[in-house]
C-alpha cells in the first residue's frame, strides 16, 4: 500500500520535542510556543530546489540536513540562538528508502542544534525543501547589516572556498585530480553539511558593528554590509583565509556556499575578539576596513583587481 500524507509525518517526521517550549508542535493546525521572556524573535526562511541547490545525485540525508545548516546560518548572522523549525517538504513520489534517510539528515542536524521540528507541510511536486527557523536575541545585543562605520576592520570566520570548490569539483571532477579520497570527502562534508557559527554569532553580537553569513560569496555579501551602512570598504585577496586546496584565493571572492560570517569590528575591540576566537577555537581574520564612500576596492599584491562576478544570483 502507498504511503499517504498523513502517514509519511506520522513515520518520519514526529518525534518527541526536545525543548519544553513547545506547548503544542506537529499534530495540529499550528504549532503553539512559548517565547523565550524579554527576549525578541528571529525569523528566516530558505528553500532548497533539486536541479539548483543540489543535485538529483545528492543524497538525502545531505539534502536534509543541509536545508537545516543553511537556516542555522542566518540565525548565527544575527547573534541569535535558534529554536523551534517548520519544514515544508516537496516530492515527486513518496519512496520510503528516501524519506527515511532525509529525515535522518534532518534530525541529525535539529538535535545537533537543540531546534524542535514543530510543524510543516507535505505535498506532490517538484523536489523542494523550505524551511522556516525561528530563534530568539537578547534585545539590546543582535546584529544587523547596517551598523558598519567607517575604520571598522572586516573579519571573516573560518576559510573560504571550500563549497565553490566542492562544487566545482562535483561539476568536473577530472579538473581536479590533485584532490584525493580524503580531501574529497572533507569537501563535500563541507558543501553538504557546513557548520552554522552560531556560537561566534553570539558572543560577537556584543562587539561587531555589523554582520552577515556567506553563502552567495563573500564579495555580494559583503557588498549587502556596504548598502546597508551606506559606507565603502577595500579588501585584500592576499588576506583572504582558504582552503589550501583552491588553486587561487581570488576565487574565494565570489564562490559560495561557505557559511563563514562577515563582521565589522571597532579596533578598540581587538582584544575582546581575540578572546572569542580563542574561546571558540575559530580563526578570525582581518580582510580588509570600511571606508568612507559607496565603493568596494579589492587589491591583490597592493593593486586594484578589476571584479568580472560578484556571486551567486538566484535571477
Given at each position: 500500500?502507498?504511503?499517504?500524507?498523513?502517514?509519511?509525518?506520522?513515520?518520519?517526521?514526529?518525534?518527541?520535542?526536545?525543548?519544553?517550549?513547545v506547548?503544542?508542535?506537529?499534530?495540529?493546525?499550528?504549532?503553539?510556543?512559548?517565547?523565550?521572556?524579554?527576549?525578541?524573535?528571529?525569523?528566516?526562511?530558505?528553500?532548497?530546489?533539486?536541479?539548483?541547490?543540489?543535485?538529483?545525485t545528492?543524497?538525502?540525508?545531505?539534502?536534509?540536513?543541509?536545508?537545516?545548516?543553511?537556516?542555522?546560518?542566518?540565525?548565527?548572522?544575527?547573534?541569535?540562538?535558534?529554536?523551534?523549525?517548520?519544514?515544508?517538504l516537496?516530492?515527486?513520489?513518496?519512496?520510503?528508502?528516501?524519506?527515511?534517510?532525509?529525515?535522518?539528515?534532518?534530525?541529525?542536524?535539529?538535535?545537533?542544534?537543540?531546534?524542535?521540528?514543530?510543524?510543516?507541510?507535505?505535498?506532490?511536486?517538484?523536489?523542494?525543501?523550505?524551511?522556516?527557523?525561528?530563534g530568539?536575541?537578547?534585545?539590546?545585543?543582535?546584529?544587523?547589516?547596517?551598523?558598519?562605520?567607517?575604520?571598522?576592520?572586516?573579519?571573516?570566520t573560518?576559510?573560504?572556498?571550500?563549497?565553490?570548490?566542492?562544487?566545482?569539483?562535483?561539476?568536473?571532477?577530472?579538473?581536479?585530480?590533485?584532490?584525493?579520497?580524503?580531501?574529497?570527502?572533507?569537501?563535500?562534508?563541507?558543501?553538504?553539511?557546513?557548520?552554522?557559527?552560531?556560537?561566534?554569532g553570539?558572543?560577537?553580537?556584543?562587539?561587531?558593528?555589523?554582520?552577515?553569513?556567506?553563502?552567495?560569496?563573500?564579495?555580494?555579501?559583503?557588498?549587502?554590509?556596504?548598502?546597508?551602512?551606506?559606507?565603502?570598504?577595500?579588501?585584500?585577496?592576499?588576506?583572504?583565509?582558504?582552503?589550501?586546496?583552491?588553486?587561487?584565493?581570488a576565487?574565494?571572492?565570489?564562490?559560495?556556499?561557505?557559511?563563514?560570517?562577515?563582521?565589522?569590528?571597532?579596533?578598540?575591540?581587538?582584544?575582546?575578539?581575540?578572546?572569542?576566537?580563542?574561546?571558540?577555537?575559530?580563526?578570525?581574520?582581518?580582510?580588509?576596513?570600511?571606508?568612507?564612500?559607496?565603493?568596494?576596492?579589492?587589491?591583490?599584491?597592493?593593486e586594484?583587481?578589476?571584479?568580472?562576478g560578484?556571486g551567486?544570483?538566484?535571477?
Open positions: 500500500m502507498p504511503l499517504n500524507e498523513f502517514d509519511i509525518i506520522a513515520t518520519y517526521f514526529k518525534r518527541p520535542h526536545l525543548r519544553d517550549d506547548a503544542i508542535g506537529s499534530g495540529d493546525d499550528c504549532a503553539v510556543l512559548c517565547p523565550p521572556p524579554g527576549k525578541r524573535l528571529l525569523v528566516t526562511v530558505d528553500t532548497l530546489n533539486e536541479g539548483v541547490h543540489f543535485f538529483p545528492t543524497s538525502p540525508f545531505d539534502i536534509g540536513y543541509k536545508s537545516i545548516a543553511v537556516s542555522l546560518s542566518d540565525i548565527a548572522a544575527m547573534g541569535g540562538e535558534p529554536l523551534w523549525a517548520a519544514v515544508a516537496t516530492i515527486p513520489l513518496p519512496h520510503a528508502d528516501w524519506l527515511e534517510d532525509f529525515s535522518k539528515g534532518l534530525y541529525a542536524c535539529l538535535d545537533r542544534y537543540q531546534v524542535a521540528l514543530v510543524g510543516g507541510n507535505l505535498t506532490r511536486g517538484p523536489l523542494a525543501v523550505s524551511t522556516q527557523l525561528l530568539a536575541c537578547d534585545p539590546k545585543h543582535y546584529l544587523t547589516r547596517h551598523g558598519a562605520r567607517p575604520g571598522d576592520l572586516i573579519y571573516v573560518g576559510t573560504l572556498g571550500e563549497g565553490g570548490l566542492a562544487l566545482a569539483f562535483l561539476q568536473n571532477p577530472e579538473r581536479f585530480k590533485n584532490i584525493n579520497a580524503g580531501q574529497q570527502e572533507q569537501l563535500l562534508k563541507h558543501l553538504w553539511q557546513p557548520t552554522p557559527r552560531l556560537a561566534e553570539k558572543l560577537l553580537s556584543d562587539i561587531a558593528t555589523a554582520a552577515i553569513d556567506i553563502s552567495d560569496g563573500l564579495i555580494a555579501d559583503l557588498q549587502h554590509i556596504l548598502e546597508a551602512s551606506e559606507v565603502g570598504g577595500v579588501i585584500d585577496v592576499n588576506a583572504l583565509p582558504v582552503t589550501k586546496l583552491l588553486p587561487e584565493k576565487s574565494a571572492l565570489t564562490s559560495g556556499d561557505d557559511y563563514e560570517l562577515c563582521f565589522t569590528i571597532a579596533q578598540k575591540d581587538l582584544d575582546s575578539l581575540a578572546e572569542i576566537s580563542r574561546k571558540t577555537a575559530c580563526l578570525m581574520t582581518c580582510i580588509g576596513r570600511i571606508e568612507e564612500g559607496r565603493e568596494l576596492r579589492v587589491l591583490e599584491n597592493g586594484s583587481l578589476p571584479l568580472t560578484t551567486y544570483r538566484h535571477f
